[in-house]
């Protein structure tokens, strides 16, 4: 797998700024170049070695049948002088898994967890990349509710759709938010049949508006930041269930 790299000059950034343990690591399977989805695992860095990198195990899970396939990996680096943010990829293979690896960091007691083992990238393999993160997904489509709320509340507002990297809302015209404004934001899925009553929180970034004269209602475009492990594997675990719903609903309709 590949990706084409960003276009913009960036300064490089030295392999260590980038892998650390416990940063957050993107394990990306499969990419359609033509309309930027991907299928697109979120992960933490656990252990690394000058030849491996190790992550712990994803939900949904990698399996097996991956173990050998060529894939992309992606970090991101924020530049706390300038506030930047970039994404950062290296093309890499799935070693193995190992479902009881033992954490090299512990003195004392041992802890183990779920793996997946990754072939690190080499000195100059890093490469700044504007690859999309996630599928799109509009879940009144599929006749599921999606609860949204965001602070400050400034103005109701109705989710479009969302994907791993941020999300799409509504909001009467002209918009009572601005861009660069930063939002905490709940997101909850009480209708989700086969999950739990999963409520999301975290904080998002207005990246965009979109409005004209007289329209009655504005688009915003938020980008997720920093989302902790925890919500980033649920919010995985949420989109995995709405793309298996949306792909029980076209089989219906077959």
């Given amino acids: 797998m590949s990706a084409e790299p960003a276009k913009a000059a960036s300064r490089p950034v030295e392999i260590d700024r980038l892998l650390r343990l416990q940063?957050?690591?993107?394990?990306?399977?499969?990419?359609?170049?033509?309309?930027?989805?991907?299928d697109v695992r979120n992960s933490i860095v656990l252990d690394l070695t000058r030849t491996e990198v190790v992550a712990a195990q994803t939900d949904p899970?990698?399996?097996?049948?991956?173990?050998?396939?060529e894939v992309m990996?992606?970090?991101?680096?924020?530049?706390?002088?300038?506030?930047?943010?970039?994404?950062?990829?290296?093309?890499?293979?799935?070693?193995?898994?190992d479902n009881d690896y033992r954490l090299s960091r512990q003195n004392s007691e041992a802890i183990s967890t779920a793996a997946v083992i990754l072939s690190a990238p080499a000195k100059n393999e890093l490469h700044k990349t504007n690859i999309r993160q996630a599928y799109r997904l509009e879940p009144g489509g599929l006749g599921q509710m999606v609860e949204v709320a965001v602070s400050p509340a400034s103005a109701p507002v109705r989710l479009v759709n969302f994907s791993a990297g941020g999300m799409m809302l509504i909001t009467p015209a002209p918009p009572a938010f601005t861009v660069g404004q930063t939002l905490a934001f709940k997101l909850a899925f009480p209708e989700a049949d086969d999950l739990d009553a999963t409520t999301l929180t975290g904080r998002a970034l207005v990246v965009r508006l979109e409005h004209q004269a007289g329209d009655k209602i504005a688009k915003v475009g938020l980008k997720f930041l920093d989302l902790n492990p925890d919500t980033s594997r649920g919010l995985q675990k949420v989109m995995h269930y709405f793309m298996l719903e949306e792909q029980r609903r076209r089989n219906r309709d077959l």
């Fill in 23 to 38: 940063s957050r690591l993107d394990i990306i399977l499969d990419l359609d170049e033509r309309t930027g989805r991907a």
């Fill in 61 to 69: 899970p990698i399996l097996k049948s991956a173990v050998g396939r």
């Fill in 73 to 97: 990996a992606t970090v991101i680096h924020r530049d706390f002088r300038t506030s930047e943010t970039t994404r950062w990829g290296w093309n890499c293979r799935i070693l193995g898994l």
